[in-house]
């Protein structure tokens, strides 16, 4: 009996579960995997699963698909949209969504499973389907690895993926290289000396300091990197304060950095240190700020040999001109864990989610049109066709690369 792929996409979208935590999905891949004939593992890593599929002699591919969601409020007004709650990693109850699209990811890899199962007399070798747990977190794929992934598989010739995005449904985004960028995430620290509010001479104020702090951050790129480097640097959050009458003995800030190159990342990390710390010490602060690595996203880069295949492959299927080269992507992945720690090549490219129609003004300006959520966004909702069957056209086409004939 086929899976009716449509139908699980909008179940897997309607019930989204937060990182390490996706039991309920992680029980229906299994379900499938082992409906179509397929050996499986569970539990690894968390929540992780692994089908594998023997079929003779022949090259070993590995498929991946992220499972998670994100503490997001849902607001696409779609007939089955989340309303979904969860425990966050702080003990808050908060809402999930699959904002990211990982329940296209996880749709697309059983799709392809299935299809390569039922067309086994024309393909020779083993498949691995590999769900991760935790991409979200940045955790996912290395907790797998750790718990000795590769000790319990067939070693993989390739490790293969994709991530849907906001560009037209039909196309696919290839990027050979550095395709997207290196991310960490930390926690600064920034300690004051608390008092009344009417009294600020008798304290040191952290929300000035975080202020000051915040801004001096934003120097770094735009003075002290060079104009060919490239990184991104974001304040996402500033927390200070119970009450508007009392200066605070403290205040957090917490950033987001993402990077194209190891050197760069390395200046970027060592300069915000040097300017947290000056202007900890500028302010008065009374004890060294604190700094904290939360996450790291390795960067993601594609072999240069295993993605002209790949190309070729997809271009075979899907059409000259619906592969383009979308240059490297500022996102950040930890897909590339996995075939840094089996030592073989990673090929990882963009599949498009939108109004197909929109392709016009894409291939104009290079942006889809002002409006369309992007990846994260409470509004975002891939078109459901043709987005999943082209990703799971690219999936096969893909893996059939490598698979003997």
Known sequence: MSIDLESLYRDLHANPELSFREHRTAGIVSGHLRELGLEVQVGIGGTGVVGVLANGPGPTVMLRADMDGLPVLEATGLEYASTATGIGPDGRLVPVMHACGHDVHVTCLLGAVERLAGERGSWSGTLLALFQPAEE??????????????????????????????????????????????????????????????????????VLLAAATTMRLQGIVSRELAASDQAVLTVGQIHAGTKNNIIAAQATLGLSVRTFDESVRAKMLSSIERVVRGEAMASGSPREPVITLEEHFPLT???????????????????????????????????????????????????????????????????MPEGVPSNHSPHFAPRIQPTLNVGIDALVAAARAWLAR
Do not use: C
């Open 301 to 367: 880069v594609n072999d240069l040999d295993a993605s002209a295949r790949v190309t070729a492959a997809l271009v075979e299927r899907l059409g000259a001109g619906k592969v383009i080269d979308p240059g490297a992507v500022a996102g950040s992945e930890d897909v590339g864990v996995l075939a840094t720690a089996a030592g073989v090549p990673l090929v990882y490219w963009l599949l498009g989610g939108e109004d197909p129609g929109l392709i016009k003004d894409f291939a104009a300006t290079g942006r």
């Open 137 to 206: 977190a940045g955790g996912g794929a290395q907790a797998m690895v750790d718990a000795g992934l590769f000790d319990m598989l067939p070693a993989p010739d390739v490790v293969l993926g994709q991530h849907v995005a906001p560009f037209p449904a039909g196309w696919i985004g290839l990027r050979p290289g550095v395709a997207m960028a290196s991310a960490d995430s930390l926690n600064i620290t920034l300690h004051g000396s608390g008092g009344h509010g009417s009294r600020p001479e008798t304290t040191v104020d952290p």
